[in-house]
């Protein structure tokens, strides 16, 4: 007899590379309390989704799993023998055949990203929570992890969003700094990468400025940041991790020995941004990060202190910034 399987059923729409990230995070976490039963996508075929999780350039785990496709029931196998099915489809979300079975609906095609209202028909039948891969202004709640993840309510919030790739690190970093040296003013520099097939578009082979989420949403999650944040996001034509840089302006002046001790006591074992935030000595590279399960990676060679103003300077794997998301959905399953 084959053993119960008592994970709550998941079903994920869209399968970009935070998606294939996210299938990874959850797969290689054996004791993950949910089960990703369903994957549909507007425009892939179950080929070449298949094709996708065998041979992606970055996302490089699957690669030591038996991965057989038979029709549309996809099964991947560990090397250990421990196996999962997955059913695929293509076409709009809303006629997928699965709609209503799983218990927890994850958003990460970007379209629906940009309004709650474009989630809530996914809330039905059996379907109790949709989570967003992006940020979503109007969604009942967003729930950083490390942050404000504690106070999901499964009786109010339906629609959740993650937060976002830069939501993630900006606002755990800056509520530590803020507890432990008073942030009166901040300003980030986000060097972004693209999508690896638009690097063959003409419109992304030049710099790109664009709007940040993050000069929005922290200040929301982060009220004391309320007139005091500036995010300047730039898009360049690169494929790899990001870059993100935050000066924060302080109350009082502080020592570079005293901005590096407090970072490292936080980013260490059981402090508070301990698998949140990682830290390394010098800049190995943009590389080195790709894979990451940190949120964002400070170089601490790179850290520097001008009076009252501490630079910080790091990497971000921004399409791994599912694996916060995979962290959020084992805390919603065992509200549910």
């Not at 039963?37 to 999780?53: A, C, R, V, Y």
């Not at 990451?292 to 790091?314: A, N, R």
């Amino acid at each position: 007899m084959p053993k119960e399987d008592n994970r709550v059923l998941v079903g994920m729409n869209g399968f970009g590379r935070f998606a294939l990230n996210l299938l990874w995070w959850w797969f290689n976490d054996r004791h993950a309390p949910y089960r990703i039963g369903f994957i549909n996508d507007e425009q892939l075929t179950p080929e070449k989704i298949s094709s996708i999780i065998k041979s992606d350039s970055l996302v490089t785990g699957f690669r030591k799993c038996k991965i057989v496709l038979t029709g549309t029931v996809l099964m991947i196998q560990a090397p250990d023998g421990r196996t999962e099915h997955i059913s695929i489809s293509s076409g709009p979300a809303e006629r997928a055949g699965w709609l209503g079975e799983p218990g927890i609906f994850f958003e990460c095609s970007g379209g629906r990203s940009s309004g709650a209202d474009l989630c809530r028909p996914f809330l039905v039948g059996k379907t109790k929570t949709v989570i967003v891969s992006a940020t979503c202004y109007d969604a009942d709640a967003t729930l950083v992890m490390g942050y404000n993840h504690e106070s999901f309510d499964p009786t109010k919030h339906k629609v959740v969003s993650y937060g976002s790739c830069t939501v993630n690190p900006g606002v755990v970093l800056t509520a530590t700094m803020n507890d432990m040296f008073c942030v009166v003013g901040c300003t980030v520099h986000v060097i972004h990468n693209v999508q690896e097939h638009r690097l063959l578009y003409s419109e992304t082979q030049t710099l790109q400025r664009k709007f940040c989420t993050l000069e929005r949403m922290a200040p929301q999650l982060l009220p004391f940041l309320n007139g005091k944040i500036a995010v300047k996001y730039t898009v360049i034509p690169w494929a790899g991790a990001s870059i993100i840089d935050f000066a924060f302006r302080v109350e009082k002046p502080v020592t570079r020995e005293e901005a590096v001790g407090v970072l490292k006591e936080a980013v260490g074992k059981s402090g508070r941004l301990d698998g949140l935030i990682g830290m390394v000595s010098v800049d190995n590279g943009p590389g080195a990060h790709i894979g990451s399960p940190y949120s964002m990676v400070i170089v601490e060679d790179e850290i520097e202190v001008v009076g009252d103003i501490i630079h910080l300077f790091g990497y971000f794997y921004n399409e791994g910034s599912g694996i916060r998301m995979h962290e959020l959905a084992k805390h919603i399953v065992a509200k549910l």
